[in-house]
């Protein structure tokens, strides 16, 4: 989820805006349609998850070649971290355009959904979710989203993210126990709205607090399990072509040398030229001498269809004549 060299500063941090707006969109407003369709709690629960996992993985899909799709400030710092030694991680001027965008991005979110279904504009949920179980399911959420993204960019697969960081999300969502919020700037959102997806504003601090410790873990772990370096591109084209469905590059075959002997005599020999014009000789030379052999088996079919005539024509057999026009 690495953002386009060519868009100008502007575009990615509108993206990032309209992106993480979303995103809190689909999880508010998925979450007021669940309550208000089914009383049981794992329905609403799983319906939530559904469409969080759709909205992410088309978001990423959509908004990725713009801005690397972050929607995060845990992914944004964590890649800044990451990416600071080499030019494959945002600076601190991207990263200080991007973070106020999506804390934005968050509250437009859940404003917007709690204003498609009639609900108060801006409501701060009363969701208390102050425990430390549920600090600890952010920290290991926030880190193995961390370790996910980091890790695929390492390996060159960043073509996977969008099922990837959604797959991973929608399962995040049921084996930890505060259901894998895993980003401050929708924490921060999901303060805004008092229903079923929000969360009490005294809840946010210490959930942000655990995320940023689950964001360090990820880069650690990253540290620890792939090469420091970024995959060279060789590296990465070589990946590439064995993805089910690639089309391996066309093989080049052998350039042949013809022996010393063969080769024509000139004039100024190869080796008295400079390097370019010695090279462009011998494959002067090379081709002279293959259109000489092919001449030469050509002159060696006629005659011997020549001779194939001349014998049928003393056994008998009558001379053929082409129609004239």
């Known amino acids: 989820m690495t953002a386009a060299e060519t868009a100008p500063l502007g575009r990615r941090v509108a993206a990032e805006f309209v992106g993480t707006g979303a995103l809190v969109a689909v999880v508010v ?12 709690v794992g329905v609403r629960l799983l319906a939530n998850a559904l469409a969080t996992v759709f909205g992410l993985g088309v978001l990423i899909a ?3 070649p713009v801005s690397g799709a972050h929607f995060n400030p845990a992914v944004t710092l ?24 999506q ?24 969701h208390d979710r102050s425990s430390a179980h549920l600090w600890l399911g952010e920290v ?3 880190a193995g989203l961390v370790l996910l993204i980091l ?20 399962a995040a969502y049921w084996f930890t126990s ?20 929000g969360i009490a504003p005294g809840s946010v601090l210490p959930f942000v607090a655990a995320q940023l410790v689950g964001a360090a873990v990820g880069v650690a772990l990253v540290a620890m399990l792939f090469d420091h370096r970024p995959l060279d591109r060789p590296a990465a084209a070589r990946l590439a072509s064995e993805r089910p469905g690639s089309v391996p590059p066309a093989s080049v075959p052998p350039t042949s040398v013809l022996p010393a002997s063969e080769l024509p005599s000139s004039d100024h020999p190869a080796s008295d030229l400079p390097a370019s014009e010695g090279t462009a000789s011998v494959r002067t030379a090379s081709v002279r001498t293959a259109s000489v052999r092919t001449a030469s088996v050509r002159t060696a079919s006629v005659r011997t269809a ?9 056994e008998g057999e009558p001379h053929r004549v082409a129609p004239t026009r």
């Not at 934005?104 to 701060?124: D, Q, S, T, W, Y």
């Not at 001779?307 to 049928?312: I, Y």
């Open 62 to 64: 959509l908004l990725g």
């Open 140 to 142: 290991v959420a926030t």
């Open 306 to 314: 020549s001779l194939g005539e001349d014998v049928a024509a003393s």
């Open 103 to 126: 804390v934005a991005g968050a509250i437009g979110g859940a404003v917007l959904a709690n204003a498609m279904f009639a609900e108060p504009l801006v409501r701060f949920s009363v």
């Open 29 to 40: 407003g998925s979450g007021i349609q669940a309550a208000a369709l089914s009383p049981d």
């Open 78 to 101: 964590a890649a800044w971290w990451n990416g600071r030694r080499g030019t494959d991680g945002p600076t601190l001027r991207e990263v200080a355009a991007y973070l106020p965008a």
């Open 178 to 197: 505060s259901t894998s919020f895993a980003n401050p700037a929708v924490t921060v959102g999901r303060a805004f709205t008092d229903t079923f997806a």
């Open 151 to 170: 890790g695929l960019t390492r390996t060159g697969r960043s073509h996977a993210a969008p099922v990837a960081v959604a797959c991973y999300i929608g």
